[in-house]
């Protein structure tokens, strides 16, 4: 699996076939993000099965889910058409970017959580 925060130009990237990734700025976490707006311990990236949860980790500047701030310590679905910031500021995407299933009017379909390997 290959996660990826864009801030910018630049994209850090990060693998790992663990079911669990944590990311921040303590060297405590999987994912290292070396960016003061991030805290310590920011927000954790969960696989289960088929599917990729996220959890905000009780940072300072959050994690928000198409411009809505998530609360901290709730495991929430990542969608397909899902736009991920971190600490307000850095896109986050899963593998191969965010996918987005439209149907023929153009409208975005959350039909269920983005799977792993899409």
Do not use: W
């Not at 925060?5 to 921040?24: A, C, H, M, P, Q």
Request: charged share 30%; net charge negative.
């Amino acid at each position: 699996m290959q996660l990826k925060i864009k801030y910018n130009d630049e994209i850090l990237t990060y693998e790992s076939d663990k079911d669990t990734v944590t990311i921040g700025r303590s060297k405590d976490n999987d994912f290292v993000v070396p960016y003061d707006d991030f805290s310590r311990k920011h927000c954790q990236v969960t696989f289960k099965g088929e599917y990729a949860f996220i959890m905000d980790m009780g940072s300072k500047n959050g994690v928000t889910i198409d411009g809505k701030k998530i609360p901290p310590n709730v495991q929430l679905p990542i969608y397909a058409s899902s736009r991920i910031f971190l600490a307000n500021l850095f896109e986050f995407t899963l593998p191969d970017g965010t996918f987005i299933k439209e149907d023929l009017l153009g409208e975005i379909i959350l039909e269920e959580p983005i799977k792993r390997g899409r």
